[in-house]
């Protein structure tokens, strides 16, 4: 449904795939002009649920691209696209292991701060002979109540795959709103009150 393809370097890159009875619901934003080769590469998709929308924004850091670079092009694409302001779910590869606490994890905590987002704990996703690391990221403006994230060992590589499902029915992208009927009775009545 979308992706992101290099067209310079081989590997890298990211596509978000839909299941087929959402497609008629499901809408790619295009954020190619964002996105840098080895720095920051990003897909995101807009599904419609009711009179609501969530955002799917899918991500691949490279492990040596420019870290500072990276955080901006992150938050372009949030800022520009608005997603912040709607349910949002981003995943994928940010090479960033929030399993060893250091200065990058700070920097992109506070990032993903400023966009009201934050990002779940997982156990380790990166497995090889030798180590362990938790450098996939599943990160959200959604109260964590709402989602179940899950790590899946496919078998498939030495990353696992990861797994988010939001419950729909407890989101609310408006909050709800109050009024106030002011009929000339209810002014008279406060003018009195107030007079008082």
């Known amino acids: 449904m979308a992706y992101f393809c290099r067209t310079e370097h081989r590997g890298g890159g990211v596509a978000i795939y839909v299941e087929e009875n959402l497609k008629k619901h499901t809408e790619e934003i295009d954020v190619h002009q964002f996105c840098e080769e080895l720095t920051l590469e990003a897909a995101l998709v807009k599904i419609r649920y009711g009179k609501s929308n969530l955002h799917i924004l899918g991500t691949y850091r490279p492990p040596n691209g420019n870290f500072n670079v990276a955080l901006e092009i992150l938050s372009d694409i949030i800022t520009s696209t608005k997603t912040d302001n709607y349910p949002l779910v981003i995943m994928g590869d940010i090479n960033v292991d929030i399993l060893s606490p250091d200065r990058k994890n700070v920097l992109l905590d506070e990032t993903l701060a400023t966009h009201n987002i934050k990002r779940l704990q997982l ?51 408006n909050p709800p709103r109050m009024g106030r009927c002011l009929r000339r009775k209810n002014l008279q009545e406060l003018k009195c009150l107030l007079g008082e």
């Open 123 to 173: 156990p380790a996703t990166r497995i090889t002979p030798l180590t362990k690391s938790s450098i996939d990221w599943i990160c959200t403006n959604i109260n964590i109540e709402k989602i179940t994230p899950k790590v899946i060992h496919a078998g498939l590589s030495d990353h696992t795959a990861q797994s988010c499902s939001v419950n729909f029915s407890k989101i609310q992208s």
